[in-house]
């Protein structure tokens, strides 16, 4: 069964604090995977990841795909009060047009 | 602008009645899917819809139903049958292109039954 788990549940750190957000999937036929920032309200895409070893940054966030041990981390540095969200890990299959999401992440970013 | 429209924000029905709740996007998207959120949970989903007369069932397809009638559109039905309908409802749709995975979503629903 195609799964992916999402790690730690929840999170509470303070301002200015670095954190690592844990993505590992076990799917068949993977294409990519996507993380977003989901806050109480539709979700927004943060990244895109196809192939092993190349990080992606955008301002203080970067993540990175190890297509061999089947995980993906988004990092967080120096963070504040507004990256306060649930982030969601997500794959997508060669075959089929199916998403699978992971649970999420539940980030407290306290000042 | 583009983009992908959910109405009602809110939606509030009585136990028995069925519910409508309607996705557009104006992306000019192929595939439209129907996820529900339960809180502490990820998004599960109920339908999804390749192309337009077309679309399958998902994790969780009892108790809701679907048309796709129009490219645009893609509405959700919770009937009386689903036992346990209050939830968020997100509405999301992707472009059918090679390396385009990104999912757009709508603002969602919140659907409370009294």
């Known amino acids: 069964e195609d799964k992916v788990v999402q790690s730690p549940l929840s999170l509470v750190v303070h301002e200015g604090d670095t954190v690592t957000l844990n993505c590992s999937y076990e799917?068949?036929?993977?294409?990519?995977l996507l993380w977003y920032k989901q806050e109480k309200k539709a979700p927004t895409f943060l990244f895109m990841l196809?192939?092993?070893?190349i990080e992606k940054k955008s301002g203080r966030l970067s993540s990175i795909l190890d297509k061999k041990e089947l995980f993906s981390i988004l990092n967080i540095t120096a963070t504040q009060t507004g990256d306060s969200a649930v982030y969601l890990c997500?794959?997508?299959?060669?075959?089929?047009?199916?998403?699978?999401f992971g649970t999420g992440t539940s980030l407290t970013v306290i000042p | 602008d583009g983009g992908i429209t959910q109405s009602p924000k809110y939606l509030f029905r009585k136990e028995g009645q069925n519910v409508t709740l309607s996705c557009e996007q104006n992306?000019?998207?192929?595939?439209m899917y129907w996820y529900r959120q339960d809180p502490g949970q990820g998004l599960r989903l109920i339908y999804y819809?390749?192309?337009?007369?077309?679309?399958q069932k998902g994790d969780i397809a009892e108790g809701y139903s679907v048309s796709r009638e129009k490219k645009e559109s893609f509405p959700l039905t919770v009937t009386s049958a689903q036992k346990n309908p209050t939830a968020f409802y997100l509405c999301?749709?992707?472009?059918?292109?090679?390396?385009?995975?990104?999912?757009?979503f709508g603002p969602g629903t919140r659907l409370t039954v009294l």
């Open positions: 799917v068949t036929n993977f294409r990519s």
């Open positions: 992306l000019n998207h192929d595939a």
């Open positions: 196809t192939s092993s070893g």
């Open positions: 819809s390749q192309i337009v007369n077309d679309f």
């Open positions: 997500v794959t997508t299959l060669n075959t089929g047009n199916q998403f699978y």
């Open positions: 999301a749709s992707t472009a059918e292109r090679e390396g385009t995975d990104t999912q757009y």
